[in-house]
């Protein structure tokens, strides 16, 4: 009975034309509310130009500007160039006061400098980042951000960003491409706020981070230990005379006007005596720095990935992060070329995208010519420190 009238009632529709029309109508509209419906859902999991604001202070960090409507826009984030660092002291606070005007006004450049660094870096990732597909976007938008479960604490000019890059590459790894510096400058921020930051994994995937000023920031390993003691650090170290050279040689491309790499070394020239205020050479004292971290992690959670064959052979160097991680070896010698002009490892396909990939113009810079004797001085200081720190980790890295 019911099923006749409503067959009947269906026949009166679509006997008639207008009515036929109001029902196509109906079912387009409520279609095009579904799709729309679809499209929101979809849009909000997709990466946005707009991402959440932060609770916390304005920083003025390289990680994001609010907005008035308490929204970060990633553009101005992008294209904003880094403000003046107010807390020059940051990462020294244990030096005693003799650091002369110049030094301090010097120490001020840098932290500008490496802030101008973070920024041309995050615009260069952002230049090569692949437009994302559909499927990409789809997947971007399942799972959900977590704080870091590994973290490239160092050192400065190591090869920091090589190792991250490179890692990336690996399908369990996601990382954030800008150096978030969340426990030396921007901690008071709170850990939802670096959370936020972090890209969405998977189950099974580990998110990643890297800033390297944290390996000489006295607060670092508590922090870090707050957030979880079982965060797996990493430091690429390297030579520390050629890592205080690249360093001066950073400063000097946005600074050309700053004294010369030996005035800066020492104290006094004549005596030899080294200023060891210098953050370029105070940055190197590794064994020193190391103590510090060994107050809050024990040794096997740390991992020291040699700067040096990171450029001979980056695959043996990525093989023993990988078994550190607990990850399958997937990057491996097939993933890298020698790229002549460049002077570096490259990557055959950088993550998400089929093109070769070598790093930008600001690592692997040209370093100025530094006198045999200031280099052989410079060598002499760093040997003792340079041994127990071979001691510490169980590893000569052959500096000497
Ligand atoms: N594959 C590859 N390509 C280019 N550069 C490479 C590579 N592997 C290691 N390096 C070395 O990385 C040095 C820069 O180190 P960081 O990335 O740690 O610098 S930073 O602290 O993030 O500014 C950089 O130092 P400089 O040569 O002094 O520029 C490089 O020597």
Redesign the pocket.
């Known amino acids: 009975m019911e099923y006749s009238l409503l067959c009947h009632s269906l026949h009166a529709c679509w006997s008639s034309p207008v009515k036929k029309k109001l029902v196509l109508l109906s079912i387009m509209f409520l279609l095009w509310v579904y799709m729309l419906y679809s499209c929101v859902g979809y849009c909000a999991t997709m990466p946005s130009l707009v991402v959440e604001s932060y609770r916390g202070k304005e920083t003025g960090s390289a990680v994001g500007r609010r907005t008035e409507s308490g929204r970060t826009d990633l553009v101005s984030r992008l294209l904003a160039k880094p403000q003046p660092w107010e807390d020059i002291e940051g990462d020294y606070e244990e030096q005693p006061s003799i650091r002369t005007a110049a030094s301090r006004d010097l120490l001020n450049n840098e932290l500008d400098a490496?802030r101008a660094?973070d920024w041309e870096?995050m615009r260069a990732e952002q230049q090569r980042a692949p437009e994302p597909s559909a499927m990409s976007s789809f997947s971007n938008g399942s799972g959900s951000k977590k704080l870091p479960q590994a973290i490239i604490i160092g050192?400065?000019?190591?090869?920091?960003?090589?190792l991250l890059e490179f890692l990336r590459v690996h399908p369990d790894i996601r990382a954030v491409g800008a150096?978030p510096h969340f426990f030396d400058r921007n901690y008071d921020n709170g850990l939802d706020w670096y959370r936020e930051l972090m890209p969405k994994t998977l189950e099974g995937q580990i998110t990643m981070e890297k800033t390297?000023s944290y390996f000489v920031t006295r607060e670092a390993p508590a922090r870090i230990s707050s957030m979880s003691r079982d965060t797996k650090l990493i430091v690429?170290v390297r030579d520390p005379v050629?890592r205080a050279i690249?360093d001066y040689?950073?400063t000097l491309s946005k600074k050309p006007d700053i004294p010369s790499f030996e005035s800066l070394t020492f104290k006094n020239r004549t005596t030899g005596l080294i200023d060891t205020s210098w953050s370029a050479i105070q940055i190197g004292i590794y064994a020193k720095h190391l103590d510090n971290w060994l107050q809050y992690f024990p040794m096997d959670q740390i991992l020291f990935v040699s700067?040096e064959r990171?450029?001979s052979d980056?695959a043996g160097e990525l093989g023993r992060v990988q078994d550190f991680l607990g990850l399958k070896r997937i990057i491996t010698d097939k993933h890298f070329y020698f790229n002549q002009t460049?002077g570096?490892?490259?990557l055959k396909k950088a993550e998400g995208s089929s093109k070769p990939h070598?790093?930008g113009k600001?690592?692997?810079?040209t370093?100025p010519n530094i006198h045999p004797e200031v280099v052989q001085r410079l060598r002499d200081f760093y040997r003792p420190f340079n041994m127990k720190f071979y001691q510490m980790t169980g590893h000569n890295f052959g500096w000497d």
């Open positions: 490496d660094e870096e050192v400065k000019k190591g090869g920091t960003r090589a150096e390297p690429v050629t690249s040689t950073q700067g990171l450029i980056p460049k570096f490892p490259c070598c790093l600001t690592k692997g810079r370093h």
